[in-house]
């Protein structure tokens, strides 16, 4: 849409109140952008659909968080609600074993631990930070409308719980609402991810049997012939249960969510023996195809942060992470933009190429999450070089600084293109055999 056609989409009411900058969202990266901005000494208006506390999925953290709570002031606030997360345990049927990696073997050894976490105290946590840093935060209100006026900036119309609405004009707009995707979808440029279609079921449970010791938080990773399944400890005793297929497996359902739901976990032995003596504890929740994307992530006046801009599947535990570093990045962006006008195009470009780049690094890992080739490699025992050094600093965030890996992660690729070619074969020789079979049985 063209900055005329956006111009058009404006909300009425030039008395509205005016603010610098107007983020939609609280979630992680709304309340890190307003944080940032309102600490600059901006006047930040955060305007929150929901009430915090309140559910949402997504409850394990990566190491390279741990900077970021503390650049914002939480580190120790996060600490007392978050349960220690030491590393990652891979648990393969195709292979008979289970793998598990710490991440103080990974190549960078500074930040050896994460947490998991719920995310309601989690993003509440965050939000109080916002707040107490001078943004004001309005919650209940779901925006409804956004415009670009010719002269610049944005007007945003918004309803509250009682059904009241709201207008203000801000010099720029922060859209930070997750995957409500609130601009890309009213500006139509919102694409569903077709490389990576992805659904998942899941809920929380009491009595699941943890690993024993210092892994007791480890994150676990369970592949079963449908996808894969998540097992994330919580601190009061809980843990996060779920399951990520394509969409194709979700329409086979023909009873109601919970009872598929533990259906689906009977088709997972590993899994299902974690569970044997553990209850449900909470409504089962369960999400369509999620893979999406937009096709930029800025314009004139505007930002989009977090999963306002994608998400793809939470395997990797990245969603946390990205949201809260795209939160940095973009107050650094619009900072210079409201500083400079004139160099905002320049500045907005740079903010989506360093935006990018990490969605990017995850990204072919998690296209390739289902494949045998990639399974293999990740339940091998150790890589050359400390190949395996570098994919565990990429799982633990370190997607931003990698220099020292780059070369390490090209030949991880490598590995597993060539892995690829095996399996390929075996696949030919398998059809050349049932062909065989099938002849046979004709002439007979």
Known sequence: ?????????????SASPHVDVLVIGGGPAGSTIAALL???G?????????????????ESLLPLNLPLFERLGVKEEIERIGMVKYGVEFVSPYHGRAVSREFS????????????????????VLLRNAAAKGAEVI??????EVGFPAAGGAAVKARDENGAEHCWNADFLVDASGRDTFLAGQLGFKQRNRKHDSAAIFGHFTGARRLPGKAEGHISIFWFDHG??????????????????PPAYFKSRKTDLASF???????????ADRLKDATLASPVTATGNYSYSADRMAGRSYILVGDAYAFIDPVFSTGVYLAMTSGFLGAEAVEACLRAPEKSAQVLKRYERRARRGLRA??????????????????????????????????????????????????????????????????????????RSAGLELAG
């Open 139 to 144: 919650e209940g209100s779901r925006v409804t």
């Open 362 to 435: 995850f990204t072919w890992y998690i296209y390739r999450i289902r494949q045998p080739a990639f399974r293999d490699l990740f339940m091998s025992t150790r890589a050359p070089l400390r190949v395996d050094e570098a994919v565990l600093s990429l799982l633990a965030g370190d997607v931003f600084r990698r220099a020292d890996i780059g070369w390490r992660l090209a030949l991880f690729k490598f590995f597993y293109y060539a892995n690829s070619l095996m399996y390929l074969r075996t696949f030919l020789r398998e059809r050349r055999m049932r062909s």
């Open 38 to 40: 309102a600490e600059r």
């Open 228 to 245: 894969w399944f998540w097992f994330i400890p919580l601190a009061d005793g809980s843990t996060s249960i779920g399951a990520v297929c």
């Open 261 to 271: 739901f533990m259906s689906t976990i009977a088709l997972c032995p590993a899994i």
């Open 1 to 13: 849409m063209s900055a005329q056609q956006e111009a058009s989409r404006a909300p009425s009411g």
């Open 42 to 58: 901006r006047r930040v208006l955060l305007v929150e659909k929901d009430r915090h506390p309140r559910f949402h999925i997504g």
């Open 105 to 124: 073997q990974a190549w960078d050894k500074s930040l050896p631990y994460s947490y998991q976490v719920r995310r309601s105290e989690f993003d509440h």
